[in-house]
């Protein structure tokens, strides 16, 4: 089992970051794969989701700042980051739409520092 995210980093405000996640395919194939955060002090959050169509949707905070999109072929879906703002720091993950917290395998995330 495999998810790999990356692309994090530290970003002033108003930058803009790209993250990717490479998944196995058992994760990956045929289901919706999803991006969601940890904040300082909050549970994991849904930041947006992809269909395997390619069909996005996003929370209210990422919609309109954040891009979602996948690569089928190579099991990877991607978040294009702008406009970021402090209150985006925290870890990033990605994983299949739905994955449990305590019963999926989740891996490392990636660190996403907005400074102000």
């Known amino acids: 089992v495999q998810l790999q995210a990356s692309g994090g980093g530290l970003v002033q405000a108003g930058g803009s970051l790209r993250l990717s996640c490479t998944a196995s395919?058992?994760?990956?194939?045929?289901?919706?794969m999803a991006w969601y955060r940890q904040t300082a002090g909050k549970q994991r959050d849904l930041v947006a989701h992809?269909?395997?169509?390619?069909?996005?949707t996003y929370a209210d905070f990422s919609e309109g700042r954040f891009a979602i999109a996948r690569d089928n072929a190579k099991n990877t879906v991607y978040l294009q980051m702008n406009d970021l703002k402090p209150e985006d720091t925290g870890v990033y993950y990605c994983?299949?739409?739905?994955?449990?917290?305590?019963?999926?395998?989740w891996g490392p995330g990636t660190q996403v520092t907005v400074s102000s």
């Open positions: 395919r058992i994760i990956f194939d045929g289901n919706v």
């Open positions: 994983n299949k739409r739905g994955a449990s917290s305590n019963f999926d395998y």
């Open positions: 992809i269909s395997s169509a390619g069909t996005a």
